[in-house]
């Protein structure tokens, strides 16, 4: 028999709260991240030190539209979407590679009471990104991405930051998290490219971005950092 992973044996947990409990945790955005953070196991998501950081910027730029690549189990959709509720129109997309991984998310948002908030699409970002743009062309409401949290593959967290580049995602006033910055070295190296150095990638070279790393001490002692990178300018020419 194959044994279950964590991320299965944590969604069978949620799945089979009992009744009581899961009334009390139903709707509660709060209270289904303690949930995740008081199981006795180590999942890879934002965790409440970094994610508290991100949230303040959220609060900052009130975003209307929101992605995050790489959504895994749904803890940083569930704190972050958190944050939209108060505006109607405001949405979260979460971008995950893993059919399993979003069918444990999906199932964790709807305990929190954001299904209709968040959206998940599963796929590599890589791909389903430009099939994202060309929905949001159709539709009425095509605004450039107010907010971007890079999560996933660190290997991909420059050709994806390009991909939205090119797809005219990032435009003045987009704020990009990036986690786990000590994994991604060529990420912090690109987002403080000159302009002319930018024309390597096959982003929008003229893009100016407004860059820097914060550095976190963890729980567990372990150091980490986030860049917060903000699109400033476009240069012309
Ligand atoms: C570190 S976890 C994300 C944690 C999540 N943001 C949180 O804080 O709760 C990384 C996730 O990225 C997903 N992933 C990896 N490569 C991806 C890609 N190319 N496109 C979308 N998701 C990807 C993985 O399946 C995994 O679930």
Not at 55 to 77: H, L, T
Not at 173 to 202: C, F, M, Q
Request: charged residues 30%.
């Amino acid at each position: 028999m194959v044994e279950q992973s964590k991320e299965e044996k944590f969604h069978q947990y949620i799945l089979n709260l009992p009744q009581d409990k899961k009334d009390a945790v139903k709707g509660k955005p709060t209270e289904v991240l303690k949930l995740i953070d008081e199981y006795p196991e180590w999942f890879m998501n934002i965790g409440p030190d970094k994610g508290a950081f991100i949230v303040k910027e959220i609060v900052k730029k009130q975003p209307k539209i929101m992605i995050e690549m790489g959504g895994y189990i749904g803890y940083s959709a569930v704190l972050f979407a958190s944050q939209l509720i108060a505006d109607p129109e405001a949405k979260y997309y979460s971008f995950e590679a893993s059919h399993e991984f979003a069918k444990i998310a999906q199932d964790v948002i709807d305990l929190a009471g954001l299904t209709k908030k968040v959206e998940i699409i599963v796929g590599k970002a890589s791909y389903t990104l430009v099939d994202f743009k060309e929905r949001l062309k159709k539709s009425s409401s095509y605004t450039p991405i107010d907010f971007v949290f890079i999560d996933h593959d660190k290997n991909s967290y420059v050709p994806d930051l390009c991909l939205c580049e090119k797809l005219n995602f990032i435009a003045p006033g987009t704020v990009i998290a990036a986690d786990n910055l000590y994994s991604a070295p060529e990420y912090k190296e690109y987002v403080r490219l000159s302009p002319e150095e930018k024309k390597r990638y096959p982003g929008r070279w003229n893009i100016i971005y407004e860059t820097k790393s914060h550095e976190f001490e963890l729980r567990g002692g372990h150091k980490d950092a986030v860049e917060l990178t903000k699109c400033i300018d476009y240069l012309s020419g």
